[in-house]
Nanobody, 123 residues
Framework: QLQLVESGGGLVQPGGSLTLSCAASGFTLDYYTIGWFRQVPGKEREGVSC????????YYADSVQGRFTISRDNGKNRVYLQMNSLKPEDTAVYYC????????????????WGQGTQVTVSS
């Protein structure tokens, strides 16, 4: 059974850092593009950052470019999102998702989702 589990969320002050982890089980990440998405109540889920399966090409939303870094460790079957210089507007539930042999960072192109982890940036 294919499963994704996010961890690492929490409460952090503005300017602080968090590292999110996405652990996959039931399948190997080698052939999947992995994305991090976020959602706040009343708004659509949006792509934050994605990393492709084959070449490790990365994508970042403009709002997080230069502050967030996505990486993958296929040996550990995990993908990470390092988040620095966090802002209150980064507050959201963060989800990881997998796309088989894909290359996009669009919500509708992802079939497999984790349950999410809450990130709250507040003083």
């Amino acid at each position: 059974q294919l499963q994704l589990v996010e961890s690492g969320g929490g409460l952090v002050q503005p300017g602080g850092s968090l590292t999110l982890s996405c652990a996959a089980s039931g399948f190997t990440l080698d052939y999947y593009t992995i994305g991090w998405f976020r959602q706040v109540p009343g708004k659509e889920r949006e792509g934050v950052s994605c990393i492709t399966d084959r070449n490790g090409i990365t994508y970042y939303a403009d709002s997080v470019q230069g502050r967030f870094t996505i990486s993958r460790d296929n040996g550990k079957n995990r993908v990470y999102l390092q988040m620095n210089s966090l802002k209150p507007e980064d507050t959201a539930v963060y989800y990881c998702a997998a796309q088989f042999y894909g290359s996009t960072c669009k919500v509708d192109d992802y079939d497999n989702w984790g349950q999410g982890t809450q990130v709250t940036v507040s003083s």
